[in-house]
């Protein structure tokens, strides 16, 4: 009886950890989707609103999803604060600080973390340029994932549940 | 008196806010007897930090002292430059092209920032300045109450007149203005309130920041923000029946088009001119001709003679002095 339910306990574990890793690959090209819309929308203040970087950021920041709103609500909060931090270090700052709740990778980072070097310190085209170019390249990176997506969501699924079971006939 | 300290005090915290703290904390070392009389602070790329206060000019080294020597100033280099514009454009210079097409940045509080540098043509226009170099940060002031002399002068019969200031630069003509913006506005002993106009293309008289005026220029008072002149008269004359129309250094032909058309509204207008004397302004084409046609019926002269603001003369339509109109309840 106790052997049944030891069994029962690592197969559900093991599958939960195998369901936990398939969920990363499913939630980064949500994220990365989001990330898109954000910087689109900031396109929008930027070009067309001319709303300042600050503001802009609050904007976007609360009508994206959480995870990926919260890197620019954070790092709007940088900006206010007496004007210390320029545009770049507070955005360096908030994915620094919210980056590791978000299922992005270091690729997806560096193009913000580029982006945040001129954002803000040009006229509008130029602006504009920029937010277009990390745009492209995070559609790339984003069917990069779909494709990783694909790949490896159903196999990381399986492959924990039939690990454990795996340990369950071995442990028998 | 003590609302005028706090008011100085205040326009200082607006000044201090947008420099960089390295800056800021050079300037508030200096003597409040200066800080009292600044006018403006000039910063220009790896030259001393320069200073204008009072009716004198001088540097100031890096302790926060002043002094005539400019290899003991203290030294603005490219990164102040940076922080500076950052914090004048709130990190998003994009948002200035217009300010930087027109050669200066107004912050909060009307303050003005002059910005040279190096400019970017487009189809032979200028596009903006790029690689800004030098600064010139005017340090605006509201005087409330400057007007108060020249009121009992600007009406007849109880009819506000049409007047033209002269003056030559910095001797407080928009401060004046200013004032009898607010003056006409509020209503006085010479007349009730009434509705005021304020083209205010260079966001000089009433300081607005997002649409919203700085300075109290009154409680029915319309402004037309960053407007050209012109334009902007004829646009305040059909949308919001102003009874008096104020504008600031009026020079094109289209102003004196658009002067003469609304006089001829019934709108009494007042409005300023660089110049010396009347003489001298009647012989520039455009104000020369309105004053030969007899569009201006007061003529207010200023100078630097007795301090910022002096008042010169008040003169009427035949350039003859004006006496003092009595306060109407008296009439």
Known sequence: MVKLIGALLVLVSASMVGWQISRSYAKRPVQLRALLVALQMLETEIVYGLTPLQRAFVKVGQRVQKEIGNIFLSAAELLEQGGALSAEESLQKAILRHGAQTALRKQERDVLASLSQVLGSSDREDQQKHLRLAVTHLRGLEEEARAEQNKYEKMYKSLGFLGGLLVVILMF | ?331
Request: overall charge positive; charged content about 25%; proline content about 5%.
């Open chain 2, 1 to 331: 008196m003590m609302d005028k300290v706090d008011k100085e005090g205040s326009s200082m915290q607006e000044i201090m806010a947008i420099l960089p703290a390295s800056v800021r904390s050079i300037m508030t070392t200096l003597p409040s007897a200066v800080l009292e009389v600044l006018e403006e602070i000039r910063l220009r790329q790896n030259q001393p930090l320069e200073i204008r206060y009072g009716q004198q000019t001088s540097y100031v080294t890096p302790a926060g002292q002043i002094t005539a020597n400019a290899r003991q100033g203290w030294i603005f280099t490219q990164e102040h430059v940076v922080k500076l514009l950052n914090q004048v454009s709130q990190h998003s210079l994009y948002a200035l092209e217009e300010e930087l097409k027109r050669g200066y940045i107004t912050v909060v509080g009307g303050h003005r920032i002059g910005i040279a540098g190096k400019v970017v043509l487009e189809r032979g226009e200028v596009k903006g300045i790029r690689d800004v170099t030098s600064f010139n940060v005017r340090i605006a002031r509201e005087k409330k109450g400057v007007a108060q002399k020249v009121m009992p002068y600007l009406f007849e019969k109880g009819n506000l007149q049409n007047t033209l200031v002269i003056s030559p630069p910095m001797c407080g003509k928009t401060t004046l203005l200013r004032d009898i913006a607010r003056q006409v506005s509020y209503g006085s002993e010479w007349s009730s309130s009434r509705k005021v106009g304020i083209v205010d293309e260079r966001s000089e008289l009433a300081g607005c920041l997002q649409g919203v005026p700085q300075r109290d220029v009154g409680p029915r008072t319309d402004v037309l923000d960053a407007c050209p002149k012109a334009i902007g008269m004829m646009m305040l004359i059909r949308s919001m029946s102003p009874d008096a129309l104020i504008v600031d250094e009026i020079g094109r032909p289209e102003d004196g088009d658009a002067v003469w058309e609304a006089i001829h509204a019934g709108v009494a207008v007042i409005c300023s001119a660089h110049g010396s004397d009347v003489g001298e302004v009647a012989r520039r084409p455009m104000l020369g001709k309105l004053i030969h046609h007899g569009a201006f019926t007061r003529y207010i002269v200023l100078s630097r003679a007795r301090g910022v603001g002096t008042i010169q003369g008040i003169y009427d339509s035949s350039l003859n002095p004006v006496r003092k109109e009595q306060p109407a309840w008296s009439s």
